[in-house]
């Protein structure tokens, strides 16, 4: 059974960090990813790994977003810094078993998908 799931969300000031994490199992993917939504806006694209650990990030968190894999765990990160009350919303771990070259910044390149981590950054 194919599952993702993700863990490190919470509650930070803003100009904290977290740093989400997402196992996935059942299979190796080959491409991952984290998506995230805020309440009343669509779900949108933070942060990709391809399986040679190339990385793509959406314009609004370059610079403060990092994200790795472990491929050894089958694990994907996102290291989030400098933190803004506007990166609240639940994140979204992503996976694929396609390798992906360059990594895809829809959710439509992605055939696997976790529960959601919650991340409030109050001001």
């Known amino acids: 059974q194919v599952q993702l799931v993700e863990s490190g969300g919470g509650l930070v000031q803003a100009g904290g960090s977290l740093r989400l994490s997402c196992v996935a199992s059942?299979?190796?993917?080959?491409?991952m990813g984290w998506f995230r939504q805020a309440p009343g806006k669509e779900r949108e694209f933070v942060a990709g790994?391809?399986?040679?650990?190339?990385?793509t990030y959406a314009d609004s968190v370059k610079g403060r977003f990092t994200i790795s894999r472990d491929n050894a765990r089958n694990t994907v990160y996102l290291q989030m810094y400098s933190l803004k009350p506007e990166d609240t919303a639940v994140y979204f771990c992503?996976?694929?078993?396609?390798?992906?070259?360059?990594?895809?910044?829809?959710?439509?390149?992605?055939?696997?998908w976790g529960q959601g981590t919650q991340v409030t950054v109050s001001a």
């Open positions: 992503a996976a694929d078993i396609r390798p992906h070259t360059p990594v895809p910044m829809t959710s439509r390149g992605f055939g696997s």
């Open positions: 059942g299979r190796t993917f080959a491409t």
């Open positions: 790994i391809s399986w040679s650990y190339s990385t």
